[in-house]
């Protein structure tokens, strides 16, 4: 197996693929002017890689995404039992900031965007289900296309969401209302593939109606809250809310984090949150 075969099997997008490769190739190239063979390279070796792209002048940036492509290239090492472990697991470049998510919303204020979505606005049940992936199980947008009636388990009250390029598969509790909802739209909508479409459709056009509709429901949820902005922002505000319940792993788990390091962006978020609290109503401020 290649490694542009071992990233075909993650189901990258070939744009993905391409651009993994090109790095791939780079990484390949230094370690070949260093005689160090990949199944032999080293947390040294990477961290001199690294060294050697900050020299040619690569952006903090760039640097980064290559060392995404060098974890790639180690994992399909594994994978293809060339090595047992993965040197750059866990390195990442000092430096880069990354945008918190802000505006979030209570957990209230969602929950209560839930009993009136479809009560007031006399929506469709299909929009009310969406409305509960996003609040109950913190859904991305991209998910929702790869639903299907086989991964919702009534009788366990779970639900299975599919991975992404970007994102790990994982199985997801339903509250007790859902799977009373989900009960009721499944006898009426047997369909076999798309769960949230009416009809088969291409790839890129199930994506631009489920999109469409999740810009439709945004516009409808500002008449009941107006500081609703996106669905991002709903995924970001029940992130935050796991993060004061459960430990960093298992939101890491519920939010399909690739990595920790995305999930730990929400706990400093918690942090500047309180603190922002505690300066608006100290006595002294």
């Known amino acids: 197996m290649t490694f542009e075969q071992y990233l075909q099997?993650?189901?990258?997008?070939p744009h993905t693929i391409a651009s993994y490769c090109k790095g791939e190739t780079v990484f390949t190239g230094w370690l070949q002017q260093e005689q160090i063979a990949g199944e032999e390279a080293t947390y040294t070796d990477v961290l001199a890689f690294m060294q050697y792209l900050q020299g040619i002048g690569r952006s903090k940036r760039t640097v980064q995404s290559l060392l995404i492509v060098v974890r790639h290239y180690f994992t399909w090492l594994i994978a293809a039992g060339h090595r047992e472990d993965n040197p750059a697991a866990g390195v990442y470049v000092r430096g880069?900031?990354?945008k918190l998510p802000g505006n979030l919303l209570a957990m209230d204020?969602?929950?209560e965007l839930y009993r009136c979505y479809q009560l007031q606005l006399n929506v469709d049940r299909a929009k009310k289900l969406m409305l509960g992936l996003l609040i109950y199980q913190g859904l991305q947008t991209e998910e929702f296309m790869r639903i299907e009636a086989a991964h919702i388990h009534l009788k366990e009250g779970k639900i299975f969401i599919k991975g992404t390029s970007y994102s790990n598969e994982?199985?997801?509790?339903?509250?007790?209302?859902?799977?009373?909802?989900?009960?009721?739209?499944?006898?009426?909508?047997?369909?076999?593939?798309?769960?949230?479409l009416a009809r088969p459709m291409?790839?890129?056009a199930s994506a631009q109606n489920i999109s469409n509709r999740m810009q439709h429901m945004?516009?409808?949820l500002r008449r009941l809250n107006?500081?609703?902005i996106n669905a991002n922002q709903l995924r970001n505000s029940v992130i935050t809310f796991w993060l004061q319940r459960y430990n960093l792993r298992q939101v890491q788990y519920m939010a399909g984090h690739k990595y920790v390091s995305s999930t730990e962006r929400y706990q400093r978020l918690n942090k500047d949150d309180l603190q922002s609290e505690l300066q608006k109503h100290h006595p002294m401020g």
């Open 9 to 13: 099997t993650r189901q990258f997008s």
């Open 96 to 98: 880069i900031v990354r």
């Open 109 to 111: 204020e969602l929950e």
């Open 170 to 196: 994982r199985w997801l509790p339903l509250q007790a209302h859902q799977v009373v909802e989900w009960q009721q739209y499944l006898t009426a909508n047997r369909f076999k593939e798309g769960i949230f």
């Open 202 to 204: 291409r790839k890129d």
């Open 218 to 220: 945004i516009r409808q």
């Open 226 to 228: 107006p500081k609703v």
